[in-house]
């Protein structure tokens, strides 16, 4: 049996995919798949790479919660998911240390995410914020970077590179289909936080390279569409944001279509400006899904949730004692307990084969 299994989308894959694939076979105890939303049109999959092809474009969420739900049924469950963008590079020891890191993690632990590098070596974006108004007005006013270090309980990895426990994934009901494109590892960690699930930061020393847009490139209905997905969120969340997220998050939006026109850069206000504008649609129009009549021939809503529907959870793992979906959905309701974000420094490749006392992931104790 796999211990990890590791999930690329993809909708025609990019330049990285077969390299990619190949150093995820190769990886120890990993179980690779490859969700096609597009067309292999006869490109070759390396060896022991298991494609699930055929299903129209449902969208990331719905894609990986496809691939789990095969999994699951093929049974038993692996202990870890891997999220992969089809435009992630991982270094030969990163590859080579991270099954043993994530055996290394306590159960309660419930993700792990890892430092990120630009394609021309500098840090990359691996950390969000969770939208809240406070948050989003902050960042409009000081950054992400200042609000990642205002609020570290709220902060949780990008969609582009993270692990998550299976039983995890499963009590939390999987990614929400509604979602086609955007939010929606924004969407899992809002429910993570109610339920009160800890996450751990991999140490610098096991980062991955993230390209990031290569398959979208600069398409204008994409930025509308994550601007609706905002709205969708907005509505899914409207318990505990309220209703002045929306109207904060167009202020933003507004004030860096400004500043980017300032700055001489129309391509990046444009891009704002779309956002924007697929926000006010979303809010306005909960309905109207434009990428399905797109080029990209997005999957509608109703047949993403018929595809990207998980079996119960049960009683899977360490994790699905601590919390359940009912719990979660009424956690959220109420405002929910906060998330554990256990910056746990990673262990050396020598020290991975005992696990360590949970104290040491105690975010209390590192601060």
Known sequence: MHSLLAVVVSHGGSTR???????????????AVLVENGALAGRRVPAGVRVLEGQGNVGYGTAVNLAVRHAVEDGPAPDWLLLINSDVTIPPNTAEVLPKLLAWYPPSIDVVGFPFLAS???????????????????ITLRGEAAAL??????????????????PTFLRLGGF????????????LFARLHAAGGRIAWADDEWPVVHVGGETVGRSDLLHAELGRSAAIYARRHRA?????????????LAVLTVRKLATGRP??????????????????RPSWEPAVRSRWRAAPAETRRRVGHLPPAGGAGPAATRFGTAQIEMAGARGGASSVAAAAPAPRPGELESRPDPSVVDPLAAG
């Open 17 to 31: 995919l077969d390299h990619l694939l190949s150093v995820l076979v190769a990886m120890s105890g990993c179980g």
């Open 120 to 138: 021309e070596g500098g840090p990359g974006r691996s950390q969000g914020v969770l939208p809240t108004p406070r948050t989003s007005a902050f």
């Open 149 to 166: 270090a205002r609020w570290p309980e709220l902060r949780h990895p990008v969609g582009a590179f993270f692990a998550i426990r299976v």
């Open 176 to 187: 929400r289909p509604d979602y086609w494109m955007y939010y929606e590892e924004t969407d």
């Open 240 to 252: 505990t944001l309220g209703w002045s997220w929306p109207a904060v998050h167009g202020g933003q």
């Open 267 to 284: 391509q990046d206000a444009r891009r704002a400006v779309g956002i924007l504008a697929g926000l006010v649609a979303g809010l306005t």
